[in-house]
């Protein structure tokens, strides 16, 4: 995975999804979970890379920062449950897919687990 485009249509390959530009600067765009409105994919480029900021679960932070040095802690986000990728092109395409997959079912678990408690 070396675009935008390609992070951006694989968020939105997952159920329930929707690509939003919150800030009003086209270099900001987003992949929501629908419903709960909650994010797990962030792109925007930085320093001429596309990054991609994306939830984390804390047992695994460490482990993909360690793996490679394009895995950083999250720009601008909560340091313990964000990673920012830097597309690189030093990624395995089938390791940014999983790390973006794993950031969807934390936000759509979270919010399935949220609707489940209050009922």
């Known amino acids: 995975m070396k675009t935008r485009e390609e ?9 329930n999804t929707y ?6 600067d086209p270099n900001w765009q987003l ?3 629908k419903g709960s409105k909650k ?3 962030w792109t925007y480029e930085k320093d001429g890379a596309i990054h991609l900021n994306v939830k ?9 920062r360690s793996a490679y040095d394009s895995v950083i802690p999250g720009w601008h986000q909560n340091k313990e449950h964000w990673n920012t990728i830097i ?13 973006i997959a794993d950031s969807y079912e ?3 678990d979270s919010t399935s687990k949220r609707i489940y408690c209050e009922y």
């Open 106 to 108: 934390l936000v759509e």
């Open 39 to 41: 994010v797990f994919l």
């Open 56 to 64: 984390v679960d804390p047992e695994w932070r460490d482990y993909w």
């Open 31 to 33: 992949v929501r979970v």
């Open 7 to 15: 992070a951006l249509a694989y968020g939105l390959s997952f159920p």
């Open 87 to 99: 597309l690189d092109g030093s990624i395995p395409k089938e390791d940014i897919e999983r790390m």
């Open 19 to 24: 690509q939003d530009a919150p800030f009003h």
